[in-house]
C-alpha cells in the first residue's frame, strides 16, 4: 500500500468493515476481458482466515464465468463521507475499505448452503434467520476463499471532524 500511514491492521476494525459495508464488488475475468458485480455477502473471520458468502440466481452470465475460471478480487467499503474545501484538492471523501483475491468455489451440500445462508442473512441484518432445503434449492450458494486482503481508512481531516479543537 502506498499510504502505509492509512493502512488497518486492527482485526475489530477489519470486522467493522465487514459488518458495515453489505454490498461487494466481485471482480471477474472472462478471457481475458474484465467483469465486475455488485453483491451482498456475508462473512465467516476464522483464526485470520476470510470466506465470503455470496447468493445468486440459479443462472446468469457471472456464473458461466466463474465456472470457466474462479479466481476473483473483490471491494467493499462503508462510513463514505464526501468533504469539501477552500480549494479544489482539498476536497476528498473519508471511507473505511476492505478488498483482496480468491478462488469461488460453488457450494452444492444442502446442509452446507443452509449454514451459508443463515451466515448471510446476519452479516445483512444481524437477525438469526431459519433456511430449509426448500429455500435454498432455488439459490446458488458460493464461498470466496480469500487469500489475501488489506484494509485502508482514510479519515475525514482533522478540521472537520467533531472534536477538533484548535
Ligand atoms: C447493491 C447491489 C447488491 C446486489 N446484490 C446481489 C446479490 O447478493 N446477489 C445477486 O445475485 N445479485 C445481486 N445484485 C445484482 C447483481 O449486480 C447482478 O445484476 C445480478 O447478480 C446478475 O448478474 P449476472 O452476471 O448473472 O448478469 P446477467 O443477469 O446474466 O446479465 C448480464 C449483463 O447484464 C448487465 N448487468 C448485470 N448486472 C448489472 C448491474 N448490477 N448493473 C448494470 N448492469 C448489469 C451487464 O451488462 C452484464 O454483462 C446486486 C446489485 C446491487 C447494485
Known amino acids: 500500500m502506498t499510504?502505509?500511514?492509512l493502512e488497518v491492521t486492527d482485526p475489530?476494525?477489519?470486522?467493522e468493515i465487514l459488518d458495515k459495508s453489505k454490498v461487494t464488488h466481485i471482480g471477474l475475468v472472462d478471457d481475458g476481458m474484465p467483469y465486475i458485480v455488485p453483491m451482498n455477502y456475508g462473512y465467516i473471520m476464522e483464526d485470520?482466515?476470510?470466506t465470503l458468502i455470496l447468493?445468486?440466481?440459479v443462472k446468469g452470465?457471472?456464473?458461466e464465468v466463474i465456472a470457466k475460471n474462479p479466481v476473483c478480487c473483490f471491494e467493499m467499503e462503508c462510513d463514505v463521507v464526501p468533504f469539501e474545501g477552500?480549494?479544489?484538492c482539498q476536497y476528498g471523501t473519508a471511507y473505511s475499505s476492505l478488498m483482496g483475491r480468491g478462488t469461488i468455489e460453488i457450494v452444492e451440500d444442502v446442509q452446507e448452503k443452509i449454514r451459508l445462508m443463515t451466515i448471510f442473512m446476519k452479516t445483512q441484518c444481524g437477525k438469526d434467520f431459519e433456511f430449509n432445503e426448500k429455500l435454498v434449492s432455488i439459490v446458488t450458494m458460493m464461498k470466496v476463499n480469500?487469500?489475501?486482503y488489506t484494509a485502508k481508512e482514510r479519515p475525514l481531516p482533522a478540521v472537520l471532524r467533531a472534536d477538533y479543537k484548535e
Not at 12 to 15: G, S, V, Y
Open 3 to 5: 499510504k502505509r500511514e
Open 12 to 15: 475489530a476494525k477489519i470486522l
Open 48 to 50: 485470520g482466515r476470510l
Open 55 to 57: 447468493h445468486c440466481a
Open 61 to 63: 452470465y457471472k456464473l
Open 86 to 88: 477552500r480549494v479544489p
Open 146 to 148: 480469500v487469500d489475501e
